[in-house]
Structure formats: C-alpha cells, structure tokens
C-alpha cells in the first residue's frame, strides 16, 4: 500500500473495511485512525497507538465482565487465567489475520513492502480498532463485535484449562448430596461425522439436569457438569442448550 493515499483511496479503504466488519462507523476518522500505524502517519498522534491503549482496557472489561456472568463457579484466578489467554496478543494478533485487517492498514514504505506483517502490529490495530468501535458506537455495539469473535476461543480456553475440574466436582457433589454418581446422556447429535456436536445432560437420581452443546462429547459433558453444578446451587446456567 502507498504512504500516499488520495481522498478516493482512503475512502474504498475505509468502505471496505467497514463491509468486512460489519460496522459503519458515523465518525470514519475513528476508523482512519485505528488502521493508521506509526509507520504511515504523518505524526505519532495521528496513528492509532492511543487507540491501542483504551482498545485493551475495552477489550478486558468485556472479557472479565463476560467472565464473571458465563461461569459463576470460577473464582478469581480461573476468571484471571482464563483471561490472559483470550485476550493476549496472540489471539489479538489472530482476529486481525481472520478478519484480513493487513488488507486495510495504512503503512509506510518500509512496513508496505512486508510480505508478512509483524504480530504486535496486527494485534495493535485489532486493539484500536475495538476502541473505535466503542468511541463511535458505545459499549453495548463494542461488546457485540467483541463477543463474536472471543466467545468461541473463552469457551475453548475454559474447557482445556478445567477438562475434568468440574465433572470431579459433580462428583463429589452427587455423592455427597445423593449419594449417587452422575451419568451423562446423550440426547442428540447434529453434523457431518467429521465434525459433530453433541447435546448432552448430566443425569443424577433420574434427574436430567439442563443439557449443554459441545463440539465433542468430553467438551459437552464438561458443560453439562457445570450445568449442573449451577442448577444445584440456584444459580443461572452458563451453557443452556436450548
């Protein structure tokens, strides 16, 4: 990309920008800005390393505040690890190759001529580009583009960092107040058999309890422990199937 755009480049820049998140911006500087590195502005102001940082702020709060509602059985350092993970700079870094954000960046001669950009630059501008949204469109519109994109990878990172944690504790807490051992039913499968979901409850006493979605059944089984676990202590479910 040129360190020199005319007015019509920057527009198709930003109108396809805009398509490919499926935002539009009222205030299109913000975007201009968030796509905007050191290397292709004409002064550090006008680059988007102060987006960046309220971009990380924004895209913590969304996180810990998901965190805190999605898994009301994990205490302070499984939401804290859990939350290092998916918002790293890998997976910043990650969003912008999924999105195809080097596509739109604004660089300069040295950065331009890159067959492959470096990953701190993509995960800056995923990061600015999270803080424009919100400056231009507010938290609610923020939380919605975040979610899309971290809420499968939270859910990943919280079944492999507890895979057996929670049914353990089902567990114990079957035998404890039923003294029985839970079963896990399979109530339904859905997808070619190379990539099948399964619909699975945890079933204490004869009790089904409220079944979750997994994308196997050891991740299924683990939703449906925590499903559990919830239900039994009067607390929302964070996997509802249904």
């Known amino acids: 990309m040129p360190t020199e755009w005319t007015a019509a480049d920057v527009a198709e820049i930003l109108e396809n920008c805009q398509r490919t998140i499926r935002y539009r911006f009222r205030q299109p500087e913000l975007l201009r800005a968030a796509l905007t590195h050191t290397s292709g502005a004409n002064t550090r102001a006008a680059s988007n390393e102060r987006l960046e940082f309220l971009g990380d702020a924004v895209l913590g709060l969304i996180c810990c505040e998901q965190l805190?509602?999605?898994?009301?059985?994990?205490?302070?350092?499984?939401?804290?690890?859990?939350?290092?993970?998916?918002?790293s700079r890998r997976i910043c870094a990650l969003i912008s190759q999924q999105l195809g954000l080097d596509k739109y960046l604004f660089l300069g001669k040295g950065m331009g001529h890159a067959k492959e950009l470096p990953a701190n630059v993509l995960a800056d501008v995923f990061e600015s580009l999270?803080?424009?949204?919100?400056?231009?469109g507010g938290l609610e519109v923020a939380r919605r583009f975040v979610l899309h994109w971290l809420t499968p990878i939270m859910e990943r990172v919280s079944a492999e960092a507890h895979a057996g944690n929670f049914k353990s504790l089902l567990q114990q807490v079957a035998q404890r107040e039923f003294g029985e051992t839970p079963r896990y039913l399979v109530l339904d499968e859905q997808g070619p058999d190379h990539n099948k979901c399964f619909k699975v409850a945890a079933q204490i006493n004869q009790r089904n309890f409220i079944a979750a979605w997994g994308r196997n059944k050891k991740e299924a089984e683990l939703k449906a422990a925590m499903n559990a676990l919830a239900q039994i202590q009067g607390k929302p479910v964070p996997f509802p199937a249904d």
């Open 130 to 136: 999270v803080a424009a949204i919100y400056l231009d």
């Open 68 to 87: 805190f509602h999605r898994y009301p059985n994990y205490h302070e350092g499984d939401m804290t690890k859990i939350k290092s993970l998916v918002v």
